[in-house]
């Protein structure tokens, strides 16, 4: 978990203007000192809240809004304690846990997490899903993954679990409850030949030579295959053979056996992190320049974020449904996205989300989404939309 400084030197005249095209307000910059932080409950382990409060020697606040979370003042540093370091806690903003309650997990669904590292609401979602369902975790960073399988490895939740290092703009490899025509499964596993087995981390020899081969690329491109890096027992994957693990579905299988829920918690300008901008006074405001205000970028970012939005909502079943979250808390990141989306999609069909009734967060320029920030919500920024497949 990281541990922040609190913003000191005046923000930028061209970041104040950048807040003021898209309607912000500065003073969300410097409420920082008052956002408390915030840490989930891992299931079963609440009779632990007396002993992280003995450890941090603070209160712990229940978040009536948000089941499982709790606050703690902003000073307060988890990460050295024992509850933390032995996997009892984790530290995730109360934001970003809206964002997974927006999915409506149920259990038996299976969830497609497209921009998955480090993997905070991953692990969240794995713990709704308790003994049920799968989770397919998708990044493009293939480090950023690898800290991710660490994290299911800490808190020993990865039994359901694929990860893999691939583009979300080009994924296609479906759930793995999918077996309309393989003869697989894990007690069948007699005379198949080439099958996954149980996943180990000490890899066979030739395939350690294949990735040194392909160099140490921590991104992968489009045209790449998707690289499977990590499965769990239950999983689906243990008995399939690549073929079977890897093959892809036309539109119409999709409508059927495409995932329950999708997640594009989309790679953004991270504006809407008040933590992360204030990094920028040690970077230099001539880095935020480069990675947040230049135009540019941000009409790559569009593209990227609409383009991850559409593959995610193509391997969604009819009836499933889909959350768009970013931590920016720019127009163009967010509402001019969706709007986008919702032109080029018929099948798409905004949704409203249940619990939002009961956050504390205000409503987006489009109905039906909505944005967290430090001054409304005491948490992070964020932007949140749901979807639905429909048929027409
Ligand atoms: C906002 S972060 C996701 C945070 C994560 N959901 C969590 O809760 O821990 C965005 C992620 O998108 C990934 N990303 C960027 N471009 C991508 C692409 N084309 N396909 C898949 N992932 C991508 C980045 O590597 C980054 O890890």
């Given at each position: 978990?990281?541990?922040?400084?609190a913003?000191?030197?005046?923000?930028?005249?061209?970041?104040?203007?950048?807040?003021?095209?898209?309607?912000?307000?500065?003073?969300?910059?410097?409420?920082?000192?008052?956002?408390?932080?915030?840490?989930?409950?891992?299931?079963?382990?609440?009779?632990?809240?007396?002993?992280?409060?003995?450890?941090?020697?603070?209160?712990?606040?229940?978040?009536?809004?948000?089941?499982?979370?709790?606050?703690?003042?902003?000073?307060?540093?988890?990460?050295?304690?024992?509850?933390?370091?032995?996997?009892?806690?984790?530290?995730?903003?109360?934001?970003?846990?809206?964002?997974?309650?927006?999915?409506?997990?149920?259990?038996?669904?299976?969830v497609?997490?497209?921009?998955?590292?480090?993997?905070?609401?991953?692990?969240?979602?794995?713990?709704?899903?308790?003994d049920?369902?799968?989770?397919?975790?998708?990044?493009?960073?293939?480090?950023?993954?690898?800290?991710?399988?660490?994290?299911?490895?800490?808190?020993?939740?990865?039994?359901?679990?694929?990860?893999?290092?691939?583009?979300?703009?080009?994924?296609?490899?479906?759930?793995?409850?999918?077996?309309?025509?393989?003869?697989?499964?894990?007690?069948?596993l007699?005379?198949?030949?080439?099958?996954?087995?149980?996943?180990?981390?000490?890899?066979?020899?030739?395939?350690?030579?294949?990735?040194?081969?392909?160099g140490?690329?921590?991104?992968?491109?489009?045209?790449?295959?998707?690289?499977?890096?990590?499965?769990?027992?239950?999983?689906?994957?243990?008995?399939?053979?690549?073929?079977?693990?890897?093959?892809?579905?036309?539109?119409?299988?999709?409508?059927?056996?495409?995932?329950?829920?999708?997640?594009?918690?989309?790679?953004?300008t991270?504006?809407?992190s008040?933590?992360?901008?204030?990094?920028?006074?040690?970077?230099?405001?001539?880095?935020?320049?480069?990675?947040?205000?230049?135009?540019?970028?941000?009409?790559?970012?569009?593209?990227?974020?609409?383009?991850?939005?559409?593959?995610?909502?193509?391997?969604?079943?009819?009836?499933?449904?889909?959350?768009?979250?970013?931590?920016?808390l720019?127009?163009?990141?967010?509402?001019?996205?969706?709007?986008?989306?919702?032109?080029?999609?018929?099948?798409?069909?905004?949704?409203?989300?249940?619990?939002?009734?009961?956050?504390?967060?205000?409503?987006?320029?489009?109905?039906?989404?909505?944005?967290?920030?430090?001054?409304?919500?005491?948490?992070?920024?964020?932007?949140?939309?749901?979807?639905?497949?429909?048929?027409?």
């Amino acid at each position: 978990m990281e541990e922040e400084h609190a913003a000191k030197a005046p923000l930028p005249d061209a970041f104040l203007q950048f807040l003021e095209t898209n309607g912000l307000d500065p003073s969300i910059y410097t409420a920082i000192d008052s956002t408390p932080r915030y840490i989930r409950l891992k299931p079963g382990f609440e009779s632990c809240i007396e002993e992280v409060e003995a450890e941090v020697k603070c209160k712990l606040e229940k978040l009536e809004w948000l089941p499982g979370f709790y606050s703690l003042p902003p000073h307060v540093q988890i990460a050295g304690s024992r509850a933390y370091r032995e996997g009892k806690i984790y530290g995730i903003d109360a934001a970003s846990g809206a964002a997974v309650m927006a999915l409506n997990i149920s259990p038996g669904d299976h969830v497609l997490d497209l921009c998955a590292a480090p993997g905070a609401k991953l692990c969240m979602i794995l713990d709704l899903l308790g003994d049920s369902g799968s989770v397919a975790g998708v990044d493009v960073a293939r480090h950023r993954l690898a800290a991710c399988r660490t994290m299911l490895q800490k808190y020993m939740i990865g039994g359901r679990c694929r990860l893999f290092v691939a583009d979300g703009t080009a994924f296609s490899v479906i759930p793995s409850g999918f077996c309309s025509d393989c003869k697989s499964c894990e007690s069948g596993l007699e005379g198949r030949v080439d099958v996954f087995k149980e996943w180990t981390s000490r890899r066979p020899w030739k395939e350690r030579k294949k990735a040194n081969k392909s160099g140490t690329a921590q991104l992968v491109s489009r045209s790449q295959p998707p690289e499977l890096i990590y499965y769990g027992q239950h999983s689906g994957v243990v008995g399939l053979t690549k073929g079977e693990l890897y093959r892809t579905l036309s539109d119409n299988e999709i409508a059927n056996h495409g995932y329950d829920k999708v997640l594009v918690d989309a790679e953004c300008t991270h504006d809407g992190s008040v933590k992360h901008i204030q990094k920028f006074e040690d970077w230099g405001w001539g880095t935020l320049q480069r990675r947040v205000l230049d135009a540019e970028r941000t009409d790559d970012l569009h593209t990227l974020q609409l383009n991850l939005l559409t593959n995610g909502f193509r391997l969604l079943k009819v009836g499933g449904s889909l959350v768009y979250s970013t931590c920016s808390l720019t127009i163009a990141q967010n509402e001019d996205v969706v709007e986008q989306f919702l032109k080029e999609n018929e099948t798409a069909e905004l949704t409203e989300i249940d619990a939002a009734s009961d956050w504390p967060c205000k409503g987006g320029r489009i109905p039906k989404t909505w944005r967290f920030d430090p001054l409304t919500s005491q948490t992070s920024g964020l932007f949140v939309a749901k979807f639905t497949k429909v048929v027409i």
